[in-house]
C-alpha cells in the first residue's frame, strides 16, 4: 500500500503572507492526520519563505504518523535533521532561491558527497531518501550511495501525463523495476494531482509513498481538507 504524506509547505506560506500565526502550521500536521494522512512532509529553505527551522522543530514532536523533512543538505538543513530526528529525511539539490524543486541528484558525480552525509543521517537512526529523475545511470548509482530509498521527480511525468499517459508512464515503471531490483525503497513526488495520480500509482510497481503538496492544498480551498485529503487516499486505493 502507498502511504500518502502530505507537505504542509502551503500552509507556513499562508501564515507568513500576514505574519501572525494562522492558520497554525502545528494545528494543520495534526489535523491533516486526524483526516487520514498517512506522513507530513515540511521543506524547509534557506530564507524560510515557507516553513521555518523552527516549525519544523515543533512539529518533530507532534507528528504521530511519519514525518518527513526535505531540502538541500546544507550545514544548517543537517543539524536541523539530525536535532529533530525525523523518520526520514529526503534529499533534495535545489538551489537556495529555486521556487521550487526542478532536478533529481546526479548520483554519480554527487555520490561521494551524498554517501558521507547519508551515512551521518543513518547513524542517527534516520532513514534516508534521494530525489531522483529516471535517468539510468541516476537509478544505478543510488545504491553506491547507501541510501534507503529513492524519490522519482515527478513533474516529467505530471507534464506529459496530459498529452500521453502511457508514454508518460513509462520511464518511471522502468526506473522503479531497476531501482527495487536494486534493493531501494521508492517514493515519489512532485506535481502530482487528483487527475493524474491514480494511473501514477495503478502503474507504478513497489511505491511505498507519495508527498503531495501543490495540489493537495489547492484542492483543499474547494473541497475542504478532510475531503480532499480521503479523496487522495481513494485514488491511492484506501477507501
Ligand atoms: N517532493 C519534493 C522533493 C519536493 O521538493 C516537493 C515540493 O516541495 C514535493 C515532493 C511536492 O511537490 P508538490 O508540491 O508539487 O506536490
Known amino acids: 500500500m502507498t502511504r500518502l504524506s502530505v507537505n504542509i509547505n502551503k ?3 499562508l501564515r507568513n503572507a500576514r505574519g501572525g500565526d494562522y492558520p497554525n502550521v502545528l494545528q ?3 489535523d491533516c492526520e486526524r483526516f487520514g494522512a498517512e506522513g507530513i512532509t ?21 507528528v504521530s504518523t511519519e514525518f518527513n523533512i526535505e531540502g538541500y543538505p546544507s550545514k544548517k538543513f543537517i543539524d536541523l535533521v539530525i536535532e529533530v ?11 537556495p532561491d529555486a521556487i521550487t524543486s526542478n532536478a533529481g541528484w ?8 551524498l554517501k558521507d552525509i547519508i551515512s551521518d543521517f543513518q547513524r542517527h ?12 545511470e541516476n537509478i544505478e548509482n543510488a545504491p553506491k550511495t547507501g541510501t534507503n530509498r529513492i524519490e522519482l521527480y515527478t513533474e516529467p511525468y505530471a507534464e506529459l501525463y496530459v498529452a500521453n499517459r502511457e508514454k508518460a508512464i513509462e520511464p518511471f515503471v522502468f526506473a522503479a523495476k531497476l ?4 534493493g531501494l525503497k521508492i517514493n515519489a513526488g512532485h506535481d502530482l494531482n487528483l487527475d493524474n495520480l491514480k ?25 475542504g481538507m478532510e475531503n480532499t485529503i480521503q479523496m487522495y487516499l481513494r485514488l491511492l486505493k484506501k477507501y
Open 42 to 62: 515540511v521543506h524547509p529553505r534557506p530564507d524560510e519563505r515557507h516553513i521555518r527551522y523552527s516549525d519544523a522543530r515543533e512539529i518533530g514532536p507532534i
Open 85 to 95: 530526528k525525523p523518520h526520514q529525511v529526503t534529499l533534495v539539490p535545489d538551489a
Open 179 to 182: 531501482a527495487h531490483k536494486q
Open 106 to 113: 546526479d548520483t554519480v558525480k554527487y555520490k561521494n558527497q
Open 11 to 13: 500552509i507556513a506560506t
Open 28 to 30: 494543520a500536521a495534526k
Open 125 to 136: 537512526g534516520i532513514r534516508t531518501s534521494i530525489f531522483i529523475d529516471t535517468k539510468k
Open 199 to 223: 494511473f501514477f500509482a495503478d502503474n507504478i510497481p513497489f511505491l511505498s509513498e507519495v508527498s503531495i503538496g501543490h495540489a493537495l492544498i489547492s484542492d483543499a480551498l474547494y473541497y
